[in-house]
T-cell receptor, first 113, second 107 residues
Framework: DGGITQSPKYLFRKEGQNVTLSCEQN?????MYWYRQDPGQGLRLIYY???????QKGDIAEGYSVSREKKESFPLTVTSAQKNPTAFYLC????????????FGDGTRLSIL | KNEVEQSPQNLTAQEGEFITINCSYS?????LHWLQQHPGGGIVSLFM???GKKKHGRLIATINIQEKHSSLHITASHPRDSAVYIC?????????FGTGTRLQVFP
């Protein structure tokens, strides 16, 4: 079955440490997205990519970095510059074109030790 | 003011009840999406609408483009419908999300 796999499901970070969240899709989608979800707020876009080796900042990119070396993979690094990283992170993918449905992974919950 | 507003924020129902969740938006859109987020966190796309009405099983979604309003209806609600329902609108190549409606259906 095609889908999006996020790992790990739970992640703990020490202060000053960078961590990388994995997102892999086998849907052959060109576009991939990273969102952050906080209690009481809607999902907010961190970064998105529409083609390999290219990506754009979303609304809250500060303190995060991404890469898109392969079509299937879009890892997100939460750097030590992100002062409030505790949140639920969701990865999504879609075919190109405005308004297309996005397929979501099951998310990674990041907490600070 | 958020560009996408949902109401109510929380909703409790008895099994079998008819449920309506509302979504209003203030920006131009190419489509509107209804999503379901399960307690574990995973999100499933339920509907994508650009006009009119769509039905899938016990779920019905409608949109009024002129009024910038959409509704999600659940007929004969069941405890397994308990989830967070999220409205999102497509604007260029991005989605803008509402804050979600938490639905609990009791037996």
């Amino acid at each position: 079955d095609g889908g999006i796999t996020q790992s790990p499901k739970y992640l703990f970070r020490k202060e000053g440490q960078n961590v990388t969240l994995s997102c892999e899709q086998n849907l052959n989608h060109d576009a991939m997205y990273w969102y952050r979800q906080d209690p009481g707020q809607g999902l907010r876009l961190i970064y998105y990519s529409q083609i390999v080796n290219d990506f754009q900042k979303g609304d809250i990119a500060e303190g995060y970095s991404v890469s898109r070396e392969k079509k299937e993979s879009f890892p997100l690094t939460v750097t030590s510059a992100q002062k409030n990283p505790t949140a639920f992170y969701l990865c999504a993918s879609s075919i190109l074109g405005g308004g297309r449905p996005q397929h979501f992974g099951d998310g990674t919950r990041l907490s600070i030790l | 003011k958020n560009e996408v507003e949902q109401s109510p924020q929380n909703l409790t129902a008895q099994e079998g009840e008819f449920i309506t969740i509302n979504c209003s938006y203030s920006v131009g859109i190419s489509a509107l999406h209804w999503l379901q987020q399960h307690p574990g966190g995973g999100i499933v796309s339920l509907f994508m609408l650009s006009s009119g009405k769509k039905k899938h099983g016990r779920l019905i979604a409608t949109i009024n483009i002129q009024e910038k309003h959409s509704s999600l209806h659940i007929t004969a609600s069941h405890p397994r419908d308990s989830a967070v329902y999220i409205c999102a609108v497509s604007r260029t190549d991005k989605l803008i999300f509402g804050t979600g409606t938490r639905l609990q259906v009791f037996p």
